[in-house]
């Protein structure tokens, strides 16, 4: 079983329209969470933190459900820049090693 | 955010050859550096992490001596693949991490390895 496990997508979204996607981790002593957005042939870059009482950034919101273990992202009137992969990451280790899932694909159609 | 380089961005090599990938902080000390390797459709895998001035720490089934990983300075690790073969052919990306906070990691560009 995978670490982290994601719906790869894609999730095909209309522009303005509310997009949300899960991701499930295996590991419950995992100290912290992330969203990662990845565009094609780049590197990962932070999109936001996961806090344990949900939180948002501007059009973005995260939440965490540390009993079912899993966080979920919602993007709200989506835009075309949005069209990404999103990484899903735990941190588990003292060391900050982090673990990434596959991604989920979105692609915002105009 | 703190900016990582990574040089080159792409390489090109023939099979058996060796290849030298540098990761460097610019504006900040790195005192980990960590090595992830993303294969297509697929998650980033950690390979490795390097503390400044020790050995690094590799990750089970990465071979630590065809991934030969050096972080000499509070601003510079690299990553040689030695005796490189195609499927070796990967986007080799590394991140770094300051000395200030655990959790976030600011990372490279990526380097395109491609071995014919």
């Known amino acids: 079983r995978k670490e982290v496990e994601q719906d790869p997508g894609p999730f095909n979204v209309p522009e303005g329209a509310t997009v949300a996607f899960n991701c499930t981790y295996s590991n419950s002593a995992s100290q912290s969470f992330f969203w990662y957005r990845q565009d094609c042939r780049k590197e990962p870059k932070l999109l936001m933190s996961v806090y344990s009482s949900g939180n948002e950034d501007g059009r973005f919101t995260a939440q965490l459900n540390r009993a079912s273990q899993y966080i979920s992202l919602l993007i709200r009137d989506s835009k075309l820049s949005d069209s990404a992969t999103y990484l899903c990451?735990?941190?588990?280790?003292?060391?900050?090693?982090?673990?990434f899932g596959a991604g989920t694909q979105v692609v915002v159609t105009p | 955010g703190a900016v990582v380089s990574q040089h080159p961005s792409r390489v090109i090599c023939k099979s058996g050859t060796s290849v030298k990938i540098e990761c460097r902080s610019l504006?900040?000390?790195?005192?980990?550096m960590f090595w992830y390797r993303q294969f297509p459709k697929q998650s980033l895998m950690l390979m490795a992490t390097s503390n400044e001035g020790s050995k690094a720490t590799y990750e089970q089934g990465v071979e630590k001596d065809k991934f030969l990983i050096n972080h000499a300075s509070l601003t510079l690790s690299t990553l040689t693949v030695t005796s490189a073969h195609p499927e070796d052919s990967s986007f080799y990306i590394c991140?770094?991490?300051?000395?200030?906070?655990?959790?976030?990691?600011?990372f490279g560009p990526g380097t395109r390895l491609t071995v014919l």
């Open positions: 504006d900040f000390q790195a005192t980990t």
């Open positions: 991140s770094a991490r300051g000395a200030g906070g655990l959790n976030e990691q600011f």
């Open positions: 990451v735990v941190n588990f280790g003292s060391w900050g090693k982090l673990q």
